[in-house]
């Protein structure tokens, strides 16, 4: 049972475009969001996140947008860069005591000079 | 900045041995997880740990693992008797309390 779906294996874009990166969860229950990047043989870094108590977050280049109502959530890297190039997870937890992310498969961003 | 290290980097292992894999956490953390990733395949959640106990654990977690913080710094993983198919990165990642978690470089276990 995935919780966490990211649908799109791979992304290609051009250097400067958009990266639009979805993510839906089935749970409800979630109240935190996580994006990830993952470079190849390293462990996760910590991108950017989302209370479920919004609906935009922004930083820098980065914007994450959540639709609670649809269980959706979006990562918006504008403008694209090669050095975005690598695998994206999306997470969710229920925070408190559990804490624990429940991530998503991933989706390759490639960016293309 | 501090950060979450892993030991050993690599670990080759024969089927059947036991291995322990270290974590160090961030020192004012106070959740603790373990996560691993087959190649090719998604980050799965291990075992969470808080207050020196198993939170949650997953179905993967079953008897052949354990957990331990034994000296108030170090987190372990220990896999009791390794099987070709736990050949994964293992990441240990800390937690102050709800909010980001940060993730060690992983461990290469690979059973051969």
């Known amino acids: 049972d995935q919780q966490v779906k990211q649908n799109s294996p791979s992304l290609s874009v051009q250097e400067g475009r958009i990266s639009i990166l979805n993510c839906d969860y089935t749970?409800?229950?979630?109240?935190?969001f996580l994006w990830y990047k993952k470079y190849p043989a390293e462990g996760p870094t910590f991108l950017i996140s989302?209370?479920?108590?919004?609906d935009k977050n922004e930083d820098g280049r980065f914007t994450v947008f959540l639709n609670k109502s649809a269980k959706h959530l979006s990562l918006h890297i504008v403008p694209s860069q090669p050095g975005d190039s690598a695998v994206y997870f999306c997470?969710?937890?229920?925070?408190?005591?559990?804490?624990?992310?429940?991530f998503g498969k991933g989706t390759k961003l490639s960016v293309k000079p | 900045e501090p950060e979450v290290t892993q030991t050993p980097s690599h670990q080759v292992t024969q089927m059947g041995q036991e291995v322990i894999l270290r974590c160090v956490p961030i020192?004012?953390?106070?959740?603790f997880y373990w996560y691993r990733q087959i190649l090719g395949q998604k980050v799965e959640f291990l075992v969470s740990?808080?207050?020196?106990?198993?939170?949650?654990k997953s179905e993967i977690f079953d008897d052949q693992f354990s957990v331990e913080r034994p000296d108030g710094s170090n987190f372990t993983l220990k896999i009791r008797s390794t099987k070709l198919e736990d050949s994964a990165m293992y990441f240990c990642?800390?937690?102050?309390?709800?909010?980001?978690?940060?993730f060690g470089q992983g461990t290469r276990l690979t059973v051969v």
């Open positions: 990642a800390s937690r102050e309390d709800r909010g980001i978690a940060f």
């Open positions: 749970n409800s229950m979630f109240d935190y």
């Open positions: 989302i209370s479920s108590i919004k």
């Open positions: 997470a969710a937890s229920l925070g408190g005591s559990q804490g624990n992310l429940i």
């Open positions: 020192s004012n953390h106070l959740y």
């Open positions: 740990f808080y207050n020196n106990e198993i939170s949650e």
